[in-house]
């Protein structure tokens, strides 16, 4: 994806390093869906501003071992281990990016089932970006809305405006997402900072 160059970075010179990179959930139930290459290039940009790692192989894509999320114990091992993976990582993440198409109104089935996988407040000292594609404009807001109470429910939060994008937005993502990053990132940062476990201090001997 061709990286877009901002100005200065949030990030100032003496600022914590970061323990991870930003880590990408997608709902969508089509493979190599558009709201996956979105939801990239949210985490992509995100990253750079933080000046954070991105890594593609923390995109999760729920779609690729849907079965350990629907079907349980009758689904494969290997699906079973990569949704195990997924959840390990989503519950140790610092930054989420969530991914959904809207759908009927409100976020996907296989989002929602994931999400119902996670144990109680497996989200806490987690913040979450939502990003909703929509078809309709009359529809793009609903998601996001559907979205958030599960979030904090699993104690995530969640201090910025979604990425809310209709269908039309993909054909110009980057300026779309370059706007986006400019008024929120410094938010996300400060959020992700605060939630960090204070580190108790060493006793003198």
């Known amino acids: 994806m061709p990286s877009v160059a901002f100005e200065s970075q949030v990030v100032p010179q003496d600022a914590p390093v970061w323990p991870q990179s930003v880590v990408t959930v997608v709902g969508n139930p089509r ?8 939801a990239a290039s949210v985490a992509e940009l995100l990253a750079s501003e933080l000046g954070t790692p991105y890594r593609i192989d923390e995109l999760i894509d729920l779609v690729t071992f849907a079965p350990a999320i629907f079907q349980g114990d009758r689904a494969g091992e290997e699906d079973h281990a990569a949704l195990e993976s997924a959840v390990d990582l989503v519950s140790s993440a610092s930054v989420i990016v969530v991914a959904t198409p809207v759908y009927k109104g409100s976020y996907t089935g296989l989002l929602k089932s994931f999400l119902d996988v996670l144990r109680p407040s497996a989200l806490a000292g987690s913040v979450v970006v939502p990003v909703t594609v929509s078809a309709a404009p009359s529809h793009k807001l609903l998601a996001d809305q559907h979205l958030r109470p599960v979030l ?11 990425v809310i ?41």
């Open 31 to 38: 493979a190599g869906s558009r709201t996956a290459a979105a």
């Open 152 to 162: 904090a429910e699993l104690g995530a939060s969640v201090p910025v405006p979604g």
């Open 165 to 205: 994008l209709e269908e039309r937005d993909l054909e110009d993502l980057q300026v779309v997402l370059s706007s986006w990053i400019r008024t929120n990132a410094a938010i996300v940062q400060a959020t992700t900072i605060a939630l960090q476990p204070v580190a108790e201090p060493t006793p003198a001997r």
